[in-house]
């Protein structure tokens, strides 16, 4: 079984780390730890000025994913994409036939996700596998 398992470096991302690894376990799997770093175009930013920044950020992530996961006693292998993160996880999700991808969710609804819009909500609708989101817990 091959799961993709996007990362942000985020509470939510590492969320998600917990349940990939468990499934990957289950059923003997590989994991590709996919992390995305997005090209800015607004506010004035150049992407050639923050190009390296956040690429160095991206791989950062993916290496301590990796990491985390290797320790666990699970295959894995590190993909750092430029891009927009949602296109980017269905577009490897297709390119690397993977059987599952897991990630985590902030859980916004309403405005909040109009606004800020949903990573998730996009892979769900595009992708080409099962996806499992894993929310993480809101403190009130």
């Given at each position: 079984?091959?799961?993709?398992?996007?990362?942000?470096?985020?509470?939510?991302?590492k969320?998600?780390?917990?349940?990939?690894?468990?499934?990957?376990k289950a059923?003997?799997?590989k994991?590709?730890v996919l992390?995305?770093?997005?090209?800015?175009?607004?506010?004035?930013?150049?992407?050639?000025?923050?190009?390296?920044p956040?690429i160095?950020f991206?791989?950062?992530?993916?290496?301590q994913a990796?990491?985390?996961i290797?320790?666990?006693?699970?295959e894995?292998?590190?993909k750092?994409e430029v891009?927009?993160?949602a296109?980017?996880?269905?577009?490897?999700?297709?390119?690397?036939?993977?059987?599952?991808i897991?990630?985590?969710?902030?859980?916004?609804?309403?405005l909040?996700r109009?606004?800020i819009?949903?990573?998730?909500?996009?892979?769900?609708?595009?992708?080409?596998?099962?996806?499992?989101?894993?929310?993480?817990?809101?403190e009130d």
């Open positions: 079984m091959k799961i993709l398992y996007p990362t942000d470096g985020s509470k939510t991302a969320a998600a780390l917990e349940f990939a690894v468990d499934i990957a059923q003997n799997g994991i590709i992390s995305v770093a997005e090209k800015i175009s607004s506010l004035g930013v150049e992407w050639r000025e923050m190009e390296k956040l160095d991206a791989n950062d992530f993916a290496h990796a990491e985390e290797r320790k666990r006693g699970v894995v292998e590190e750092v891009g927009k993160p296109e980017v996880i269905v577009n490897i999700a297709k390119k690397e036939g993977v059987d599952a897991v990630m985590g969710t902030h859980g916004w609804t309403g909040a109009a606004v819009g949903s990573v998730a909500d996009k892979v769900i609708r595009h992708a080409p596998s099962a996806v499992i989101l894993v929310p993480t817990k809101v």
